[in-house]
Structure formats: C-alpha cells, structure tokens
Nanobody
Framework: VQLQASGGGLVQAGDSLRLSCAAS????????MAWFRRAPGKAREFVAG????????RYPDSVKGRFVISRENAKNTVYLQMNSLKPEDTAVYYC???????????????????WGRGTKVTVSS
C-alpha cells in the first residue's frame, strides 16, 4: 500500500490544521493506522493511532485533548485534526499502516509496515 500525507503548513500558535493520509494499492480497512512525527534533532514519536474500524483511538499525553485521529475507510483516508497547536508541535508528520494482529494501535515505529513520505508542520509563536 502507498501512503501520501498532505495538509501541512505554517501556522501560528493556537491555530488548527488537518492532515490527510490517502492510501492507494490496497484497502486501508486491513490496517491499524497511526500518525508519527519527527521534530528536528529528535526521534520519531507516536502522536495518534486508530483501530481498523475507527472505534478506538490512542494518544500520548503530549497531544491528548488537542489532536483527533479519524478515518474514512470508504475513502481510503485517515485524518489528523490538530487543534491548539504549539511551537513544540513543529515537526514532519508521517502516517503509517500496521497489519499486525493486535487490536489496539501500537506506539513503536518497528511495528508499522508502510509509511508515507511526511508533511511538514511549522507552528510559530
């Protein structure tokens, strides 16, 4: 499956942004999906995950209450709604697909089979 992330840009602190991840080649309904980010000089970190049917989500404390992951399997697309953005949210954001058997999205990069190229988000103070 090929993943293409889009929707990044330059925003001010407090603004909102919605990222999209469009898939081709195979139905996304077969995969748990997640968003990760990599800030300059830092390791890639998990920011949101969603179950295959969209009924369950998972977030780290750093974005909980501000970010919302969702999916439309019929459109083969996953979204990340980011609200109340902070300068520390500045990073390249990647979507990823996991075909593993667990129901709950996992937070480790090694579990994910497919990755999009990433879209850059810059939050100015």
């Amino acid at each position: 499956v090929q993943l293409q992330a889009s929707g990044g840009g330059l925003v001010q602190a407090g603004d909102s942004l919605r990222l999209s991840c469009a898939a081709s080649g195979r139905s996304l309904s077969s995969y748990k999906m997640a968003w990760f980010r990599r800030a300059p000089g830092k390791a890639r970190e998990f920011v949101a995950g969603i179950t295959r049917d969209g009924g369950g989500t998972r977030y780290p404390d750093s974005v909980k209450g501000r970010f919302v992951i969702s999916r439309e399997n019929a459109k083969n697309t996953v979204y990340l709604q980011m609200n109340s953005l902070k300068p520390e949210d500045t990073a390249v954001y990647y979507c990823a697909a996991d075909s593993g058997s667990s129901v709950v999205p996992v937070t480790t990069t090694g579990n994910y089979d497919y990755w999009g190229r990433g879209t850059k988000v810059t939050v100015s103070s």
